[in-house]
């Protein structure tokens, strides 16, 4: 494993922070199911085990670009549902060793999507 990217296409985008269906507003069970649902879609991607320590670069394509603290928000869903599939040691900064993130503003909703790029240390 020198990189792994995992890919989401609406309506599979992992939630944000804000909003009503925001991470800080819903309740624990209802981001139980959610994080259930990244389970399934992480799985469906064919991932395989990260046995290192690696640096990730999230990059949202989307028509309205977010604020940083929001977008950041994103990782806590895929990183839990990582860990819970045994496929990621923990999230921590001792495993996540950089952690970066990158915006593009697309123009048409067939391109919006978020990227997780997992690159071996």
């Known amino acids: 494993m020198d990189e792994i990217k995992l890919v989401f296409r609406p309506p599979?985008?992992?939630p944000t922070l804000n909003g009503k269906k925001g991470l800080l507003r819903i309740h624990?069970?209802?981001?139980e199911r959610i994080k259930k649902k990244f389970m399934w879609l992480i799985k469906m991607q064919k991932t395989p085990k990260i046995s290192s320590k690696v640096n990730l670069v999230l990059f949202?394509?989307?028509?309205?670009?977010m604020d940083w603290d929001n977008l950041a928000g994103r990782l806590k869903i895929v990183g839990d549902a990582m860990v819970g599939l045994g496929?990621?040691?923990?999230?921590?900064?001792?495993?996540?060793?950089d952690f970066d993130m990158?915006?593009?503003k697309v123009h048409k909703m067939k391109d919006v999507r978020i990227e997780f790029i997992f690159t071996k240390v």
């Open 87 to 97: 496929l990621l040691e923990d999230d921590s900064p001792e495993f996540i060793v």
């Open 102 to 104: 990158k915006q593009e």
């Open 28 to 31: 624990w069970s209802k981001r």
């Open 60 to 65: 949202n394509y989307a028509v309205h670009l």
């Open 12 to 14: 599979d985008l992992p």
